[in-house]
């Protein structure tokens, strides 16, 4: 069975940082492009963040500079690094997997993703 894991949100003051990691299991995860969203409520699911096998990753403007992604495929994980985090990133973080070629998977569209965790919150507020 296909399955994506999150973990590490939690609470954090404007400014600090947040470490949010994803398992994959039953299947090559090496394979796909890896990918995290996030969605605030009442608001639209966003792409945050991609990483391709080869390891390019693409940003959303929001989090260009801020935010790192990466991956270990021989630990079959994905990490979404979050520095100077701000009340505006407070959402349920997702992690996503998907089949089609970078070129697809980089524009963040969540219906180039085929598979997906339960979510983790990350909350940042004073």
């Known amino acids: 069975q296909v399955q994506l894991v999150e973990s590490g949100g939690g609470s954090v003051q404007p400014g600090g940082s947040l470490r949010v990691s994803c398992a994959a299991s039953?299947?090559?995860?090496?394979?796909?492009?890896m990918a995290w969203f996030r969605q605030a409520p009442g608001k639209e699911r966003e792409g945050v963040a991609a990483?391709?096998?080869?390891?390019?990753?693409n940003y959303a403007d929001s989090v260009k500079g801020r935010f790192t992604i990466s991956r270990d495929n021989a630990k079959n994980t994905v990490t979404l690094q979050m520095d100077s985090l701000q009340p505006d990133d407070t959402a349920m973080y997702y992690c996503?997997?998907?089949?089609?070629?970078?070129?697809?998977?980089?524009?963040?569209?969540?219906?180039?993703?085929?598979?997906w965790g339960q979510g983790t919150q990350v909350t940042v507020s004073t």
């Open positions: 039953g299947y090559t995860y090496s394979r796909d492009c």
């Open positions: 996503a997997a998907s089949s089609l070629p970078w070129t697809d998977a980089r524009t963040l569209s969540s219906s180039n993703y085929y598979v």
């Open positions: 990483i391709a096998r080869t390891g390019a990753t």
